[in-house]
C-alpha cells in the first residue's frame, strides 16, 4: 500500500512538473514545444497516475471487505 501511494506522489508531481513546463512554453508561444510536452508527456504521466489510483482503491476495497 505504501509502495503504492509513494508512486502515486512521484507521477502526480511528475504530472504536475510537465503541466508547468507546458504552460510555460505555451505563454512563451512556443507551440511545438507545448505539443510535445502537453501531448505526449504530460498526459501519459496523467494516466500512469490515475491507473495507479485505481490500483490502490480496488486494493483499499479488498482490505477493508476482508
Known sequence: ME????????????AANYARRASAAFAENNQNEWWRINATVS??????CQQLIQQYQALSST???S
Open 63 to 65: 482490505i477493508a471487505s
Open 43 to 48: 498526459h501519459a504521466a496523467g494516466r500512469r
Open 3 to 14: 509502495e503504492l501511494k509513494t508512486q502515486i506522489q512521484h507521477e502526480s508531481s511528475l
